[in-house]
């Protein structure tokens, strides 16, 4: 065992930093769902920057240091509160935020967002099935993002007004009729934070041929 140690220290010591590089600095997470169409796409595989709020602890929620403050707009990774799996989610409201959706209409703190450039699409659902989609560019809060919804989709399309607490963050998908976000596992403090997602590392298409999507690679993600 010594000499296999002695022998192999190098790639050990490697393994041992790639290792604590994945687990505190950086990290990648597949994307499984269309929960974030479309912005991301199933197949995609996302850079996550485990810095951009917390040094936390490796393999723990414990922070050792804040290295920054969330903002809205951010598309971040965390652990859901509500079953401790990996979701990727957009923020869309930070603590002392009064949000609040009618008829698919966000507020943030009394602001309407506007909707600009409807378009129409087909979005493939679970089974091959497809269903009638719009995408359009939603604009609140000095930044905007791609967003759909699905009409034909039985969704929670009304809540709040909500006024989120203090150490606490509300976000939503941007496929916002097909999206397990706070409108059903509820708010997410700051310590269940992971990461921000910042570019599109590799993507395939795995609803259709498995083909490498070439022109996603190193796509920012806005």
């Known amino acids: ?16 930093g790639f290792g604590f590089f994945r687990l505190a600095v950086a990290d990648w997470n597949p994307i499984p769902s269309g929960s974030m169409r479309p912005t991301l796409l199933e ?20 922070s050792l240091v804040q290295t920054g403050n969330p903002q809205r707009g951010d598309v971040i990774t ?22 609040e ?24 659902l679970d089974g091959g099935a497809t269903t009638s989609a719009l995408l359009t560019v939603e604009r609140i809060g000095g930044s905007e993002r791609s967003v759909q919804f699905l009409p034909e989709v039985a969704a929670r399309r009304n809540f ?10 509300f976000f939503l998908g941007d496929n916002r009729d097909n999206s397990a976000d706070s409108r059903y596992i509820g708010l997410v403090p700051r310590h269940l934070l992971i ?12 609803k259709g041929n498995w083909l490498p999507r070439l022109d996603r690679i190193a796509q920012p993600i806005l």
């Not at 065992?1 to 041992?16: A, D, Q, S, T, Y």
């Not at 965390?78 to 949000?99: E, H, N, Q, W, Y």
């Open 43 to 62: 197949g995609d595989v996302v850079l996550v920057n485990r810095l951009a709020y917390d040094f936390k602890l490796p393999l723990s929620d414990t």
């Open 1 to 16: 065992m010594k000499n296999f140690l002695k022998e192999n220290r190098g790639f050990i010591v490697f393994l041992i």
């Open 160 to 169: 709040g007004p909500l006024t989120v607490p203090k150490g606490q963050y």
């Open 195 to 206: 990461g921000k997602a910042h570019h599109v590392v590799v993507s395939a298409d795995i």
């Open 101 to 124: 959706m009618r008829e698919e209409v966000l507020s943030i703190n009394g602001a309407r967002a506007e909707y600009a450039g409807p378009a129409h699409a087909m979005e493939p």
């Open 78 to 99: 965390f652990t859901s509160p509500k079953d401790g799996t990996r979701m990727i989610k957009r923020l869309v409201a930070l603590p002392g935020d009064v949000v």
